[in-house]
């Protein structure tokens, strides 16, 4: 959502299948900052010099743009900058960190080599980028929402929607009870609801971290922080009322992956007490984002054969600039403008897939759970299900999913998913079905949604 468009008078409507910020941006450790790992090497690498440029210096302008937001429309959300740092505590990588510093000082950007960090741990080598920002990512985004409303615009929460369709003068969107007709359709609901057009489910996979937030009495220090290491640990301090909390994140692996998630939070937990022994955890959650094969989000145009449709998704986990971005390029194509960075983004863009181990990966998943799985009858039954567990059984012949709860009550269901019938897996730490295509996710009653 974006206050131009309000400014310009524009009748908006805003429609929320759940409550408003209670998925991935209610969630985020929402670091606003262009350090997105280590990254320019690879754009430059990949693209070009003049392609890293723009790509910095949109997620830079995106820092300054949110801070005037954040003035402009009175928000209160902690915003603050600080000083991010992607680290290594590994040898291998110490020759990465250099390639990185000495890209983005190519770009003219002043990032720094430095070999310690604020943060209590032994470092071998880390990329620093000076004024880098946070914010409380759920106090900023209700504080968009009563802008929204003070401008007269209207915001449905609860209000799933299940198609947008071309009619003669734009586009009709379905819900439940009602259409809405307007001009411009903007598709903001992390995965793409719709497929065809578009195709994001061939283009697009979705990956999982967990966060944990401690309280210590030791001081924590400023600054944001990442490991270069795979899956990488990501750390900052935030205010949270009248205290001072760390927030660790990590533990990523694609949505639906068949792995065993119970260490999740332990391993973070560990992390913690190893650095502060007297801290305690305060809170635990998990949350996803979808990743573009080449790395870049999709802004722009949902389709060719679309217009005035528009998407914006695939931010890699690192939303909070590239959602701004989006915001601008979107508002800029509905009044009819240019945007600087509109082809950088583009939704529509045909390049060669740069990540070829992750398309691989996408295909070998999607043959596995729509073909080869689905024909194989699983050799567990339900007799020897214990207690907490689930896993799919065959049933008269049939796949069911089933989970026996800590009562010893059973709860079956069909286990392939209602997007495009890949084949689901159970998450032995959230006791949700999971799909390893494209990452939706279900309570073990498939009454619930809770991501798609
Ligand atoms: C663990 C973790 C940490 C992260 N940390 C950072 C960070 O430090 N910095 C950073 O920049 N980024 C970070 N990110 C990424 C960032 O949080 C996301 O990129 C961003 O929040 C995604 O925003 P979104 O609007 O696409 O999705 P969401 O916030 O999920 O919003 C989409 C909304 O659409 C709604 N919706 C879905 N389907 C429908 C429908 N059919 N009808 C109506 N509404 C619908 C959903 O209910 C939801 O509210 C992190 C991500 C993760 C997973």
Redesign the pocket.
Known sequence: MHIIWLRNGFNVVV???????????????????SQHGLFYKYLIDSFSKSYAKSYLQANEEAISNIENIIDLENISCNFSYQDAYVYTQDNKYLSDIKEEVSALNKLNFPAEFVSNIPLKLEIIAAIKFPKQATFH?RKYILGLCNSILNSGCKIYEN????DVKKDLNGYVTYTKNNKIYSRSVII????P?INFPGFYFLKMYQ?????IAIKTKETLPDG?YISKETPSI?F?TIDCENQKLMLI?GGSHKTGEKIDLKNRYNNLEKIAKSMYPDCEVLYRW?????ISLDKIPYIGHFSQIMPNLFV??G?????????NIAANIITDKILGNSNQYEDIFKATRLKPIKNKDELKNMIKESVNSLVIEKFKLPEDTINNLNVDEGKIVEINGKKVGVYKNKEGRIYQVNPVCTHLGCELSWNNLEKTWDCPCHGSRFDYMRKFYLF?
């Open positions: 429609l929320e299948k759940d409550k408003i910020a209670c998925k991935t941006s209610g969630n985020t450790t929402a670091k606003i900052t990512p209000t799933k929607v299940y903001a609901t992390n995965y609801i990956e999982k971290s967990y966060v944001m990501s900052r994140a998990s949350t996803q984002d979808c914006a998704t931010y890699k986990k690192w939303g909070m600039t590239s959602s798609s």
